[in-house]
Nanobody, 125 residues
Framework: QVHLVESGGGSVQTGGSLRLSCAASGYSTRKYCMGWFRQAPGKEREGVASIDSDVSTLYADSVKGRFTITIDTAKNILYLDMNSLKPEDTAMYYC???????????????????WGQGTQVTVSS
């Protein structure tokens, strides 16, 4: 059974940085696609970044150049490095895993079957 646990959220000021981590268990890292999503109060969940086993990455336009998604397959940990944070980045951030072929990068939430419980990121101005 796939189990995802996020950590690393917190409160920072505008321009600050955070690193989110997602520890994955029960999920193969030979062929995979994983992603980060976020949801702000009153808004729909949106895809932030995705990475697959071909090391392809995909980013939302709103975070390109500021966020970086990486994965440590030896440790089964997914990361999201967030720099130059803005108040509009404030949201609950979720880690997600796609367990179905073809494992292509995607920012569509319905492509993912497994989700973590989320970690809160708050950016103050």
């Amino acid at each position: 059974q796939v189990h995802l646990v996020e950590s690393g959220g917190g409160s920072v000021q505008t321009g600050g940085s955070l690193r989110l981590s997602c520890a994955a268990s029960g999920y193969s890292t030979r062929k995979y696609c994983m992603g980060w999503f976020r949801q702000a109060p009153g808004k729909e969940r949106e895809g932030v970044a995705s990475i697959d086993s071909d090391v392809s990455t995909l980013y939302a336009d709103s975070v390109k150049g500021r966020f970086t998604i990486t994965i440590d397959t030896a440790k089964n940990i997914l990361y999201l490095d967030m720099n130059s944070l803005k108040p509009e980045d404030t949201a609950m951030y979720y880690c997600a895993a796609d367990a179905k072929w073809p494992f292509w990068v995607s920012l569509r939430a319905n492509e993912y079957q497994h989700w973590g419980q989320g970690t809160q990121v708050t950016v103050s101005s």
